[in-house]
């Protein structure tokens, strides 16, 4: 951005060279930057950009950090979703002035969640939230990667599990182990989903949702279906939450204690290999990848009314869909695709 500050005296314009840019070609820019903490900062340049920063229709929020339970002796109590809370409060308090007037809230007032924050912006249609690590508590040298599907509720996950080393001794309680990582991803992804509900009734022209973390561990995707699906369905989904909040304190300290949305019944085909080495000379122990749905979505075989080929080739659709371009894991996936597969159901939870 170039600027004319000659005087006028001798001839020259004093205007900024920004003004000649049309309003679209803006707001093509501030849906570029996407970030709202960085748009926010851009409304303290002029009027103009002031009153188009709330126009800009892709954003991304990053949250600095999530607040553990021990921070403070009142956060025992406090679900996932209030820390996420308090977590933007923190990130944006540094460079949100309580005293200048913005459309963001009330003067006197601090930001306090991202519905909140969001309702500064007029059109948003892409939205991303970054959280500032992954959700899962895992040993040492295991991975866990994971892609989730919503509208009301769970549509489709999928999950890659493996652990590094040649140490890794998965000959008793493989299994156990195996279906641990996949219920720990379910929960993660429907902690995920809840927190944003609030979200996804208020923006009524949002037509893609991702939540995902730094650590790209886990990923939560929804598209304008499944966020009409969940606008129109979300108040049964909702009360079918609160009843069930009570499960989700029975282990101290665990991060998800608080709401999340209820996992339907699902059918879970699990493909393994003990022992696995990747073309680069990588060896994964005890690679797993499983292919969560409903048990009654369209494709599930068995009471779902797919047939198994429906159900298979639908596997290889969602699994690369997920990670096939995602070079180590890629191949893996390739490599897992062809391995004999097992179904196991679960009830919801």
């Known amino acids: ?51 188009l920063v709330p126009q800009a229709d892709s954003l991304l929020l990053r949250v600095d950090r999530v607040i553990s339970t021990t921070d403070s002796d009142d956060d025992d109590g406090d679900s996932f979703f209030i820390a996420f809370l308090r977590s933007i409060v923190k990130s944006l308090h540094n460079f949100i002035s309580p005293n ?24 948003i249609r892409s939205l991303q939230i970054e959280l500032p690590s ?18 009301k509720t769970l ?4 999950i890659l599990g493996f652990r590094g080393g040649s140490e890794a001794d998965f000959s008793g309680g493989g299994l156990k182990m195996r279906v641990v990582w996949t219920i720990s991803a379910l929960i993660a992804a429907s902690a995920r989903h809840y927190m944003m509900l609030d979200v996804i009734r208020e923006q009524t022209d949002l037509s893609n949702l991702v939540v995902k973390d730094k650590d790209n561990e886990g990923m939560v995707v929804m598209d304008k279906g499944g966020l009409k699906e969940c606008r129109e ?50 060896k994964l122990e ?34 690369m869909g997920a990670f096939g371009g995602d070079g180590v894991y890629g191949e893996a996936i390739e490599r897992l695709l062809k391995c004999r597969s097992y179904i196991l159901e679960m009830n919801s939870f």
């Open 233 to 282: 369905r979300g108040g049964e989904e909702e009360e079918m939450n609160n009843n069930n909040n009570s499960n989700n304190n029975r282990r101290a300290g665990v991060w998800w204690k608080s709401n999340r949305t209820t996992v339907p019944a699902v059918r879970m085909r699990m493909r393994h290999e003990a022992r696995m080495e990747l073309s680069n000379g990588v």
């Open 134 to 151: 992954g959700d899962l508590r895992l040993e040492i040298g295991t991975t866990i990667k994971w892609k989730a599907h919503f509208g």
């Open 286 to 319: 005890g690679a797993t990848l499983v292919v969560v749905r409903p048990i009654n979505a369209s494709g599930c075989g068995g009471r779902g009314g797919g047939s198994e080929a429906e159900e298979q080739s639908g596997d290889v659709g969602l699994a």
């Open 100 to 123: 200048k007037h913005t459309h963001f809230g009330s003067p006197t007032r601090t930001q306090n969640s991202p519905t909140q924050i969001l309702r500064g912006f007029e059109n």
């Open 1 to 51: 951005m170039e600027i004319n500050v000659k005087h006028p005296a001798y001839g020259f314009d004093q205007s900024d060279g920004f003004d000649s840019i049309p309003d679209p070609i803006v707001l093509h820019i501030f849906s570029k930057i996407s970030d709202i903490k960085t748009l926010i900062r851009c409304r303290s340049v002029s009027k103009r950009f002031n009153s």
């Open 155 to 158: 549509k489709s996950c999928v």
